[in-house]
Every structure is written in structure tokens, then in C-alpha cells.
Nanobody, 117 residues
Framework: QEQLVESGGGLVQPGGSPRLSCATS????????MFWYRQAPGKQRELVAY???????KYVDSVKGRFTISRDGAKNTLYLQMNSLKPEDTAVYYC???????????WGQGTQVTVSS
């Protein structure tokens, strides 16, 4: 059974540096491009960061220089290192896996990140 499970969210002070994790199971991790999305209250879900199977990355402008996406093939896990957090980063963060060969896309259940003092 395919599963993506996010963790690492919570209440963080402005300027904090949490790391989100997305543990995957039931998929061939190395055959999936991986994404982090977020959805703030009252807003549409937006793509935050992307990492291809080959390690190329892209970020939304608002997080460039602050967030870093990475993946560990040995642990089948995706990460999002978040630095210098701002209140506007408050959102539910979702992990997404899309196969290189077109097929089913998988989502995690999301993890809440709240940036507040």
C-alpha cells in the first residue's frame, strides 16, 4: 500500500528553522519526482519546491534562499529544510509524489506549520 507521511510541523517562532520529512512506502522512490506544496487558510494550494529523480530543484520565488528540498533514497524520504520562517509561511504542507512515467500521483495527509510569536 502506497503511503506518504509528513512530519516535522508545529508551532514555530518567526526566524525558526524546522525540517519537514515525508516518509514514503509502497512506491519505488527513485522513480518519482517529488514535490512540497502548501495551502494557507483561504488560499489555493501552491507548489513550494520540486526535486526531480536526478536531483534538480526548483522553488517558488517566495522561499528561494530560505527553503531547501532534499531526498534520501536509502530512507525513501523527502525533506524540506525551512529557514528564516515568516508568518506568511503558515500553512499546511503536503508532500506529493509523481512518477516519471505517467501514472498515479500520491499525496500525504499534510503537516501544519504555524509561524507565530
Amino acid at each position: 500500500q502506497e503511503q506518504l507521511v509528513e512530519s516535522g510541523g508545529g508551532l514555530v517562532q518567526p526566524g525558526g528553522s524546522p525540517r519537514l520529512s515525508c516518509a514514503t512506502s509502497g512506491i519505488t522512490f527513485g522513480s518519482y519526482n517529488m514535490f512540497w506544496y502548501r495551502q494557507a487558510p483561504g488560499k489555493q494550494r501552491e507548489l513550494v519546491a520540486y526535486m526531480s529523480t536526478y536531483g534538480s530543484t526548483k522553488y517558488v520565488d517566495s522561499v528561494k534562499g530560505r527553503f531547501t528540498i532534499s531526498r534520501d533514497g536509502a530512507k525513501n524520504t523527502l525533506y524540506l529544510q525551512m529557514n528564516s520562517l515568516k508568518p506568511e509561511d503558515t500553512a499546511v504542507y503536503y508532500c506529493n509524489a509523481a512518477p516519471v512515467v505517467p501514472g498515479k500521483v500520491y499525496w500525504g495527509q499534510g503537516t501544519q506549520v504555524t509561524v507565530s510569536s
